[in-house]
C-alpha cells in the first residue's frame, strides 16, 4: 500500500515569507507526527496529532509555526515569516494509533534564502 | 529530560566484518527503544525496536540489538556487513507516557569492498 507522501519535495523561498508543508499519512493512521531534521542532526521532534487534535505540540520553536490535521487525515505544517533558521529537512510520520510504529515521509526540503 | 547519545558520528568498516553501532539514553523512567536506517536519498525506515521482554531485538537485514538497562545502553550489531549497509543509523527513544520520539544525532555507516 501507498506510504506516507509528502509535498513539495524540495521549497525554495525567500526570507520573511510564508509556507506550508503537506503530509498525506497511510490510510487508516489516526497519529500523524511532525519532525524536523537540520543537516548534520537527528529529527526533532515538532508536534503530534491524535486525530483532528494536537496531542502534544511542544516541539514547535516559536508561534511562527503551526500546523493543523482539520479531518484528521491530511495534515499541514505551516510556517510564518520564514527565517534562514529554518532551512532543513521537514519529516511527517504516521502510527496506526499512538505508540504503534511510526512510518516516515521521504520529507521536505525547506531552504530560506 | 530524556536524551540519546551516539557517540559514533562515523564508522568505516569492510564488507563481511561484524559491526557495532553504540547508542547510550537517559531518562528518569522506563522507554521503548528504537533504530532507525536511513538510506541515501530515502525515508526513515525501522531496523528494530524494543518495548519489553527478551532484551535481544531482532530486526531486519540482519541487525539485531542489545538492551542494557544497567548501562542504559541500546547498541546495534551486525555479524557481516555488506556493501548495501550503507546508510545514517539513528538510535530513538520514548518515554511510555509520551509518543514522540527523541532521535540521537546519528552515525553514519559506511562498507568498503
Known amino acids: 500500500g501507498a506510504g506516507v507522501s509528502q509535498t513539495p519535495s524540495n521549497k525554495v523561498t525567500e526570507k520573511g515569507k510564508y509556507v506550508e508543508l503537506r503530509c498525506d499519512p497511510i490510510s487508516g493512521h489516526t497519529a500523524l507526527y511532525w519532525y524536523r531534521q537540520s543537516l548534520g542532526q537527528g529529527p526533532e521532534f515538532l508536534i503530534y496529532f491524535q486525530g483532528t487534535g494536537a496531542a502534544d505540540d511542544s516541539g514547535l520553536p516559536n508561534d511562527r509555526f503551526f500546523a493543523v490535521r482539520p479531518e484528521g487525515s491530511v495534515s499541514t505544517l505551516k510556517i510564518q515569516r520564514t527565517e534562514r533558521g529554518d532551512s532543513a529537512v521537514y519529516l511527517c510520520?504516521?502510527?496506526?494509533?499512538?505508540?504503534?510504529?511510526?512510518?516516515f515521509g521521504p520529507g521536505t526540503r525547506l531552504l530560506v534564502l | 529530560a530524556q536524551s540519546v547519545t551516539q557517540l559514533d558520528s562515523q564508522v568505516p568498516v569492510f564488507e563481511e566484518a561484524p559491526v557495532e553501532l553504540r547508542c547510550n539514553y537517559s531518562?528518569?523512567?522506563?522507554?521503548?527503544l528504537f533504530w532507525y536506517v536511513q538510506y541515501p536519498n530515502q525515508g526513515l525506515q525501522l531496523l528494530l525496536k524494543y518495548l519489553s521482554g527478551s532484551t535481544l531485538v531482532k530486526g531486519i537485514n540482519g541487525f539485531e540489538a542489545e538492551f542494557n538497562k544497567s548501562q542504559t545502553s541500546f547498541h546495534l550489531r551486525k555479524p557481516s556487513v555488506h556493501i548495501s549497509d550503507t546508510a545514517e543509523y539513528f538510535c530513538?527513544?520514548?518515554?511510555?507516557?509520551?509518543?514522540?520520539?527523541?532521535f540521537g544525532t546519528g552515525t553514519r555507516l559506511q562498507v568498503f569492498p
Open positions: 531518562s528518569s523512567v522506563s522507554v521503548y
Open positions: 530513538a527513544v520514548s518515554e511510555l507516557d509520551t509518543d514522540k520520539l527523541i
Open positions: 510520520a504516521s502510527s496506526l494509533t499512538a505508540k504503534e510504529t511510526q512510518y
